[in-house]
T-cell receptor, first 116, second 114 residues
Framework: AQTVTQSQPEMSVQEAETVTLSCTYDTSENNYYLFWYKQPPSRQMILVIRQEAYKQQNATENRFSVNFQKAAKSFSLKISDSQLGDTAMYFCAFMSTQGGSEKLVFGKGTKLTVNP | EPEVTQTPSHQVTQMGQEVILRCVPISNHLYFYWYRQILGQKVEFLVSFYNNEISEKSEIFDDQFSVERPDGSNFTLKIRSTKLEDSAMYFC????????????FGPGTRLTVT
């Protein structure tokens, strides 16, 4: 079974600075999807960024980018120019491409606080 | 922008009672999911639903749980006889297609079993 580990329960960063959230996962599959979801306080989870494992190029969405290291099974999220609105729980998630599975396997999350 | 909605936001029930959690997925989505998060633990997959039947379920989703799409808009999760350990945040999600496609999550229902 796949597992996702987020080793940083909480992190903080000063506004306008850069922060990196860590995620590692365990799988025997060669192709799969990886996601970062953000859950602001008292609001629903929204997708931040996603990566397909067979694509070597790291995904980027505006201030958000990933460092995908397939061999190391690592999928970290970098947030540049942090803003107060980035304060949220961040969840790393894995989805298999085999057997028509649709389930997301989540890590425990990292609580990020952006300080003014 | 369309959103997934869930009602109620907080449900308190006594052990052994039946509870129904309700979700309204995004209108043109075809795939529906329930996840739960016990306090302090990971968000866990419960079940996925497509074309009026369960397409995948986890070990957690035992005979006490059922899902239904009673009409064209609602998607429900029923727990027949609640246990203390069912206390958790329950999230509904929907997507237009499987896999690469984004799952859109609702705000969750906090279920407290006393």
């Amino acid at each position: 079974a796949q597992t996702v580990t987020q080793s940083q329960p909480e992190m903080s960063v000063q506004e306008a600075e850069t922060v990196t959230l860590s995620c590692t996962y365990d799988t025997s599959e060669n192709n799969y999807y990886l996601f970062w979801y953000k859950q602001p306080p008292s609001r629903q989870m929204i997708l931040v960024i996603r990566q397909e494992a067979y694509k070597q190029q790291n995904a980027t969405e505006n201030r958000f980018s990933v460092n995908f290291q397939k061999a190391a099974k690592s999928f970290s999220l970098k947030i540049s120019d942090s803003q107060l609105g980035d304060t949220a729980m961040y969840f790393c998630a894995f989805m298999s491409t085999q057997g028509g599975s649709e389930k997301l396997v989540f890590g425990k999350g990292t609580k990020l606080t952006v300080n003014p | 922008e369309p959103e997934v909605t869930q009602t109620p936001s907080h449900q308190v029930t006594q052990m052994g009672q039946e509870v129904i959690l309700r979700c309204v997925p995004i209108s043109n989505h075809l795939y529906f999911y329930w996840y739960r998060q016990i306090l302090g633990q990971k968000v866990e997959f419960l079940v996925s639903f497509y074309n009026n039947e369960i397409s995948e379920k986890s070990e957690i989703f035992d005979d006490q749980f059922s899902v239904e799409r009673p009409d064209g808009s609602n998607f429900t999760l029923k727990i027949r006889s609640t246990k203390l350990e069912d206390s958790a945040m329950y999230f509904c999600a929907s997507s237009a297609r499987v896999g690469w496609n984004e799952q859109y999550f609702g705000p969750g229902t906090r279920l407290t079993v006393t």
